[in-house]
């Protein structure tokens, strides 16, 4: 008997450090620690404050000429031990400010593991000698929505690239979040692009880690260094950089950092370049590092979805947003277009919500169509669903400019629609609440909707099941006899009057 005491207690000794000392699937929010302190830089937090200020006072004398009227977007600085690439590094001193960033993109290369696409962190935070730093919760969220993203616990375990930057941006702006993406030698990345670009709102700071060339001989690395840094600053993303032979460790995440850039019309501007033949090594085999910085126009800041209401006067304005962009389609001037640009610069408008956009006409339903999940702003979906719901609903002809004035319009706004569960077939009927949820459901391929507007005309809810049961294309009994995957949403609608 105490034998097996002994056991348990050795058993659970081993399990209970494991989780504390090993970042794997197996503990996954675990503190990642730092593997390059005492190497690449100082362990101790002193010392490196004291480091990253050396290198500071060194770079603020070349402070650089910003853009007038934009704001920094992006950084791209280099991930070498602090005595070779620290001074270059520095340089994002000349740009950044306390608190000026709540979050950071971090993004690096892949340089032990090998991997395709990107690999994600799901660890709950980065710590440095400086402290630790929380990753945002779009760190999952990017894991969650694509394949592109996973956690690679190896990469957690072995890879600077990223490391080496955070001390640079702890010092100079603080607190803030980070996202870190390591990205492998293969990479989708207008799927990278398209995944990062939502969150680069102007709270958020892309940082590319990257050296350049490595180990060619002192002007020769210079040289090739110049030509690779003109591609950057010309906003160079295709083959001519994409296939340039030792041109950066970070090509891939710069090829991103280039993509958004030209996307978002960012404008580059150069901060500093080395190599180690400056800094700390042989004029033999260099390494060159860079530091640019892009600029842009001010950001949106997307608003989070609230529970709080619309106005009837922000209804009035959507309904006639939806009114003007049909008329619009079929070459029919609106009056008092100016007023309704101006109504629409609302903030509240900016909130990405689910819309949808209704047609009636002789009291009878002229079509319906809209977006159930928060993928774009109110503006957007209004915009949008009214073009689809006047020419595209299958169900019904195009709209003719002659019909234009005989139709009415309703524009409904809905909540992010949540998973409901259940038991079986009459507990559903309890947990539906007529008037007031609009419904989802789910199976295989079939998927129907109703919003809550229809409870007026299918009030009772076994028949209320029933029609959206068929309308998915299933048996109206499905509901009762199969188990069906059922969400709610709720729903603010106005309705236009003439």
């Not at 945002?136 to 929505?145: G, V």
């Not at 008329?327 to 309704?340: H, K, P, S």
Request: neutral net charge; glycine residues 6%; contains cysteine.
């Amino acid at each position: 008997m105490q034998q097996r005491i002994h056991l348990f207690f050795a058993i659970f000794l081993f399990c209970f450090s494991s989780c504390f000392f090993i970042t794997d699937d197996s503990c996954a929010k675990a503190v990642r620690e730092p593997v390059c302190a005492g190497a690449f830089y100082p362990e101790s937090a002193s010392d490196l404050e004291q480091m990253i200020e050396h290198y500071t006072r060194q770079a603020i004398p070349a402070s650089a000429q910003t853009p007038s009227g934009k704001s920094l977007r992006a950084l791209i600085l280099p991930h070498a031990g602090y005595r070779y690439s620290g001074f270059t590094a520095a340089h994002a001193s000349t740009v950044l400010r306390k608190n000026q960033f709540a979050r950071v993109i971090l993004m690096g290369p892949d340089h032990r593991v090998g991997f395709t696409n990107a690999a994600v962190s799901d660890v709950s935070a980065y710590k440095t000698p400086l402290g630790q730093i929380r990753l945002d919760q779009d760190a999952e969220t990017l894991r969650e929505r694509s394949t592109l993203f996973r956690a690679v616990p190896a990469s957690d375990r072995q890879e600077h690239s990223l490391e080496v930057v955070l001390p640079f941006l702890q010092h100079y702006i603080g607190e803030f979040k980070v996202i870190p993406i390591v990205l492998g030698s293969r990479v989708d990345l207008d799927g990278i692009c398209d995944a990062v670009a939502p969150l680069m709102d102007r709270d958020t700071l892309l940082v590319v880690s990257s050296d350049l060339s490595h180990y060619l001989p002192y002007e020769r690395a210079r040289q090739h260094d110049k030509k690779t840094i003109q591609m950057i600053l010309d906003l160079e993303e295709g083959k001519r950089l994409s296939g340039r032979k030792n041109a950066a460790c970070g090509l891939m995440p710069i090829l991103v950092a280039l993509k958004l850039a030209n996307q978002n019309r960012w404008e580059p501007v150069f901060l500093n370049y080395t190599n180690s033949g400056d800094t700390a090594g042989s004029k033999d085999r260099v390494v060159g590092y860079s530091a640019i910085a892009f600029f842009g126009d001010e950001v949106m800041k997307k608003k989070k979805m609230t529970s709080k209401a619309y106005t009837k006067k922000q209804g009035e304005i959507l309904i006639r947003l939806a009114r003007q962009s049909i008329a619009g389609r079929i070459g029919i001037q609106m009056r008092n277009v100016d007023t309704l640009k101006e109504d629409l610069k609302d903030i509240r408008f900016q909130e990405e919500r689910g819309t949808f956009v209704t047609l009636t006409k002789d009291g009878q339903l002229r079509g319906c169509i809209g977006t159930l999940t928060p993928t774009e702003n109110v503006l957007e979906g209004i915009m949008r669903n009214a073009i689809n719901v006047a020419f595209h609903d299958h169900r019904f002809p195009a709209l003719s400019a002659e019909e234009f004035d005989e139709i009415y319009i309703e524009v409904s706004i809905l909540t992010a629609p949540q998973p409901l569960e259940y038991k079986d077939g009459p507990d559903l009927l309890t947990k539906l609440r007529p008037n007031i949820d609009g419904v989802i459901i789910k199976r295989g391929g079939a998927r129907a909707t109703f919003l809550p507007q229809v409870w007026s005309q299918l009030p009772e809810v076994e028949e209320f099941l029933n029609h959206l049961c068929m309308k998915a294309g299933l048996p109206g009994d499905a509901w009762l006899i199969t188990e069906l995957d059922v969400l709610t949403y709720q729903v603010q609608y106005f309705e236009e009057h003439k």
